[in-house]
């Protein structure tokens, strides 16, 4: 006899896994200042903070704007529907 696997449990860990994830991020980020991008040489990289866990968001100088609100994993869990409604 095996055990059923179940997708949604594992989906919820998954979700919980990344939600600790996000907590983690936010805490490292807390005290992070954002990087004043008019102070960069031309031809560097753009820097911006990620709307939910303040990550650094880094793009091409001639990235296409507008530019995105949210970093790579944030951006999953949006995605999913797995972003607490009040980081938003
Ligand atoms: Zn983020």
Redo the contacts with the bound molecule.
């Keep these: 006899m095996t055990k059923p696997v179940s997708p949604v449990s594992d989906e919820q860990r998954e979700k919980k896994t990344a939600l600790a994830a ?1 907590a983690k ?2 805490e490292e ?1 807390k005290n992070k200042k954002p990087v004043d991008n008019s102070s960069l040489r031309a031809g560097s990289s753009m820097y911006f903070q ?6 650094e ?1 880094v793009l091409p100088e001639d990235y296409q704007p507008p530019r995105p609100r ?6 999953r869990m949006e995605r999913r529907g797995w972003l607490p409604k009040e980081g938003i």
């Design positions: 996000l991020r936010k980020n990620c709307d939910v866990c303040k990550g968001i949210l970093c790579t994993p944030c951006e």
